[in-house]
T-cell receptor, first 114, second 113 residues
Framework: QKEVEQDPGPLSVPEGAIVSLNCTYSNSAFQYFMWYRQYSRKGPELLMYTYSSGNKEDGRFTAQVDKSSKYISLFIRDSQPSDSATYLCAMSKGESGANSKLTFGKGITLSVRP | EAQVTQNPRYLITVTGKKLTVTCSQNMNHEYMSWYRQDPGLGLRQIYYSMNVEVTDKGDVPEGYKVSRKEKRNFPLILESPSPNQTSLYFC????????????FGSGTRLTVV
């Protein structure tokens, strides 16, 4: 079983839809959870960051972590064509040093149709 | 502008011909890392460096070398490239290795024929 599993996609939604992206993981040592967004021909950029269980909201984006289920989600409200990108979940065991190594999901490509 | 700069952006080479992909950051970050991204496999760490002269293997180090002689630079060296190293490569840096502080370069697409 891979440490981090992410729905493979691709995913296509109409503009204005609510998007739900999910990852599961097997290693209970993961404490820090991130979502990166990657546009075509660009490097990943940090979108959301959460420590341990709970919710975090930033504008149209909400990150959710359920450590008991080893499950994380990213919700995008009122999706826009500019949200079309590949979304990667990532997690680490520590905040800094060697434990901060990121383990990534494979990524899901989202397309928002105008 | 704070950034990680990789060169070249695109490279086609032949099997066995040594090559170097350069990476430079202007944020005074201690931590730098190289990843490769392949369809169906996602991002996998090749090597990382916690500081000058301190490097360590990631998940897929075979066939690669790195060096960290200066804080800002972290080149990736392929001594004898093979077709299975055809991939999209990313350099990343962060302050003290903070996972949520990674800044990625724009990538180097390497094709080995």
């Amino acid at each position: 079983q891979k440490e981090v599993e992410q729905d493979p996609g691709p995913l296509s939604v109409p503009e204005g839809a609510i998007v739900s992206l999910n990852c599961t993981y097997s290693n209970s040592a993961f404490q820090y959870f991130m979502w990166y967004r990657q546009y075509s021909r660009k490097g990943p950029e940090l979108l959301m960051y959460t420590y341990s269980s709970g919710n975090k909201e930033d504008g149209r984006f909400t990150a959710q972590v359920d450590k008991s289920s080893k499950y994380i989600s990213l919700f995008i409200r009122d999706s826009q064509p500019s949200d079309s990108a590949t979304y990667l979940c990532a997690m680490s065991k520590g905040e800094s040093g060697a434990n901060s190594k990121l383990t990534f999901g494979k990524g899901i490509t989202l397309s928002v149709r105008p | 502008e704070a950034q990680v700069t990789q060169n070249p952006r695109y490279l086609i080479t032949v099997t066995g011909k040594k090559l170097t992909v350069t990476c430079s950051q202007n944020m005074n970050h201690e931590y730098m890392s190289w990843y490769r991204q392949d369809p169906g496999l996602g991002l996998r760490q090749i090597y990382y460096s916690m500081n000058v002269e301190v490097t360590d293997k990631g998940d897929v180090p075979e066939g690669y070398k790195v060096s960290r002689k200066e804080k800002r630079n972290f080149p990736l060296i392929l001594e004898s490239p093979s077709p299975n190293q055809t991939s999209l490569y990313f350099c990343a840096s962060s302050f003290q290795g903070l996972g949520y502080g990674y800044t990625f370069g724009s990538g180097t697409r390497l094709t080995v024929v």
